[in-house]
């Protein structure tokens, strides 16, 4: 028999349980060895719910029973593959339409019977309704400690230690989140405080944490840090509230409440602000994006000798590998990618003359919306090497739970930012072919400042892929 196993783990507390992903395998391993059976696929769902289907790892154990790959498929315990009714049946009938069976290796389940399956669908029912009475209790619970100043649970905030039942600063990362306030109100933006953040190793103020853009923005935001608690900050869904519940907590803020608010101010400003890319002479800049990540990508410059005499080699490179080292995006010399979009630009403008690209003019929001996009598929291709990681043991539970954590707090805010763009418009190919006209002689005579604004005239995204291919999203 081919078994294929699958496992679940959401939160730290089933890991003390003994529930953890190491401990699930084990007894899956050793029941495999029992009944003679071949493992042919580890699938992994670590750090998250089983109140849906919606798991990368379940959706990839489909695909391959789909493809007659596995025989039976094995799990520690019914709850580890679902604790919803409904989904239990679809799965069965999944199984059934495929010839898998379904086992657990710690209770007694046979899907071939009728009296088998109404007994496990009545299991199910069960898990299901323990698991909304428990989630009821814990908001009540988490909503009324909120009430009385308390924290009401999770991992603590960086910055904190959670100590016989109270929040207590830990000032060795407590000095960190100062001084990332005190930068942010005195003018920094967010990626001169990650490069401070993301030093060489030696240097960095908070060794063994690699920060995120997004990390950066949930420390500015988080009214702990000023000794407020809050609760419902986030919906089930993940999406950010405008109602939550901020109370004064009764632990100690690390930032003083001044310097909170002012950052609060700060922030809410540049939100507000319209999208430009700065005073920087790199033109590009603002609309570059990267293809394979959909991270923006920004100029450098690289001198080959000294800086007083040498050669100045004017380039773009993608923000995310320059933060994280996670992309592969190559450097892109700014006179060859310039001269790719120019190129570019001209076939458009031809088109539109004689009438053949009236249909590819894009929505206001789609470079945007693509952006994210993009974003959220490179979050799942992250995802997948950090199970694949795991099953090879390259990691253990806890780190793999931990990365885990971090990508589905990326992918709350990236959804967050999806549905609030706005409704789009269209520019007409009138427009477009009117500015693009004499383009390639206005770009060449003109300043940097003034390139900027004549690329944003016609373009609302440029995604750049290696061998200096780009494709062209123009403004609506």
Not at 297 to 322: A, F, I, L, N
């Amino acid at each position: 028999m081919r078994a294929a196993l699958y496992s679940r783990v959401s939160t730290t507390m089933q890991a003390d349980d003994g529930f953890s992903l190491d401990a699930q395998f084990d007894r899956l391993r050793s029941f495999c060895d029992s009944q003679g059976w071949t493992i042919v696929g580890i699938y992994t769902d670590g750090g998250v719910s089983a109140k849906n289907t919606d798991r990368p790892e379940l959706q990839r154990l489909m695909k391959d029973i789909e493809a007659g790959d596995i025989d039976v498929v094995l799990v520690y315990k019914l709850d580890r593959l679902t604790r919803n009714v409904m989904d239990l049946y679809q799965l069965l009938q999944h199984f059934e339409r495929y010839r898998v069976g379904f086992k657990s290796a710690t209770e007694v389940f046979d899907t071939t019977s009728a009296m088998g399956r109404l007994f496990i669908t009545i299991v199910a029912a069960m898990a299901q309704w323990e698991r909304e009475q428990l989630a009821e209790r814990t908001r009540m619970g988490q909503l009324e400690m909120t009430r009385q100043g308390r924290w009401s649970g999770g991992k603590p905030a960086f910055g904190y230690d959670y100590t016989d039942g109270t929040l207590l600063p830990r000032e060795d990362q407590a000095q960190v989140v100062r001084e990332i306030f005190r930068r942010y109100v005195a003018g920094d933006g967010l990626k001169q405080i990650l490069n401070w953040l993301n030093k060489p190793a030696d240097m960095q103020p908070s060794p063994g944490t690699r920060w995120t853009q997004t990390a950066l923005k949930y420390v500015l935001r988080n009214p702990l840090y000023a000794g407020y608690v809050r609760y419902g900050y986030r919906t089930g869904g993940g999406r950010r509230t405008d109602d939550a519940v901020v109370v004064d907590g009764v632990h100690e803020g690390i930032v003083d409440r001044k310097t909170f608010e002012r950052a609060q101010d700060i922030r809410e400003g540049r939100a507000r602000m319209p999208s430009r890319s700065g005073t920087g002479t790199y033109s590009l800049t603002g609309v570059l994006r990267c293809g394979l990540c959909g991270s923006a990508m920004h100029g450098v410059s690289h001198y080959r000798t000294r800086k007083s005499d040498g050669k100045v080699y004017r380039q773009y490179m993608c923000v995310e590998k320059v933060h994280t080292k996670l992309c592969s995006m190559p450097r892109m010399m700014e006179s060859r990618l310039e001269e790719a979009i120019l190129s570019k630009l001209e076939a458009y403008h031809y088109d539109l003359l004689e009438g053949r690209a009236t249909d590819v003019v894009a929505d206001a929001d789609d470079g945007q919306s693509n952006n994210i996009d993009a974003a959220l598929n490179k979050l799942q291709e992250r995802r997948a090497r950090w199970m694949d990681a795991y099953d090879k043991e390259i990691i253990d539970s806890e780190q793999l739970r931990n990365r885990l954590q971090q990508l589905t707090e990326e992918e709350m805010d990236l959804r967050v930012q999806l549905q609030a763009l706005p409704t789009p418009q269209r520019r007409s190919p009138e427009m477009i072919a009117d500015i693009l006209r004499s383009f390639r002689a206005m770009w060449d005579t003109a300043e940097p400042s003034e390139r900027k604004e004549l690329i944003r005239a016609v373009v609302e995204r440029i995604d750049v892929h290696p061998n200096y291919e780009v494709t062209i999203h123009y403004a609506g």
